[in-house]
């Protein structure tokens, strides 16, 4: 890739934007992804400075299957463990950590056992794929 195009985006209640009553970073990603399909744009690096990255970081979190990476800049600590999608990695990191790489039963297994919405199974099995071919 030569180029990338980069938006700028102001999120809810800032500068020039819209203005909610909510400023809960699930409605701001929301606003994002609701951005992003207006544009036709179907995977995207998001990044952010301060509350920017937190911005980046909720979207990251809810809309994994249409992130590609995640760049934060000072954006202070972040207590994911309230959104259910992080529960979900969480429990997937867990599982892999527990995978024999040495047997593909037993990665198919754990990807068997994990309940997880699809965006996590797509990627567990990138993880477990990525796994299995270092073997």
């Known amino acids: 890739m030569e180029y990338r195009n980069v938006w700028v985006l102001n999120p809810r209640n800032f500068g020039d934007s819209d203005h909610h009553d909510s400023f809960d970073l699930e409605d701001i990603s929301n606003d994002v992804a609701r951005f992003l399909n207006e544009k036709q744009l179907s995977m995207v690096t998001v990044g952010g400075h301060g509350y920017g990255a937190k911005v980046a970081c909720a979207f990251g979190t809810y809309y994994m299957e249409k992130t590609t990476g995640v760049v934060c800049v000072e954006g202070g600590p972040v207590d994911n463990s309230y959104h259910e999608a992080w529960e979900e990695v969480k429990n ?12 593909i039963n037993s990665a198919q297994e754990v990807y068997k056992r994990i309940d997880a919405t699809n965006a996590v199974r797509i990627f567990k099995l990138k993880i477990i794929k990525f796994c299995l071919n270092l073997y």
Do not use: G, P, Q, R
């Not at 997937?92 to 047997?103: E, F, G, H, Q, R």
């Open 92 to 103: 997937l990191i867990v599982a892999c950590s527990k995978i024999d790489l040495s047997n």
